[in-house]
Structures are given as C-alpha cells and as structure tokens.
C-alpha cells in the first residue's frame, strides 16, 4: 500500500559552478539505508557539490527511515536548493 509521493525542499548547498542535476536511487541502494543513499548521491552528482548534497540526503533519510521509501529522487538547482521527491510504502 503506497501512501503517496512527497515533495520538498530539505537543504541549500553551496553551487558556485551552478550545476543542475538530478539523481535516481535504485531500490538496492534504498534496501541499504540512509548512508548508502548519500553515498551514492554524492558519487553520482560528483565533487565538492556532490559531497554537500550526500550529506544532506544521507542525514533526511536517516530521520525519515528508510524502510518506508519506495522510491527517492534528488534534484538540485543552479541556487543550490536541494529537493528531494519520493514515495512511502506505509503510513
């Protein structure tokens, strides 16, 4: 039973360069946790930006208990906000 997708804006990162890029968690990944999910943020996104953007994933998800996430999505803008999108299992 899924309860619905969410969307919202959990941080701002420092993003002098400007990039904009946005990264889909495999379901493996999520099945992982919290810290493997900022990991792999941080890996896909890259460098300095990269880094700052794992943390910030990493320390939500720790909060929001991965075991609900059905699925996640990380967007960031050229401001530098980072917002995440995703979808609970339960309640």
Known sequence: ????????????????EHLEKQVDI??????????AMGTYVGFQIGGPVGA?????????VGALAACVIKRFRV?????????????TRFA
Do not use: C, Q, S, W
């Open 1 to 16: 039973m899924v309860m619905g997708i969410k969307k919202e804006i959990i941080g701002h990162v420092d993003n002098p």
């Open 26 to 35: 495999p379901t493996a990944v999520i099945i992982i946790g919290a810290a």
């Open 52 to 60: 700052a953007v794992g943390a910030l994933v990493g320390a939500f």
């Open 75 to 87: 967007r960031i803008n050229a401001k530098g906000d980072v917002e995440v999108e995703y979808e």
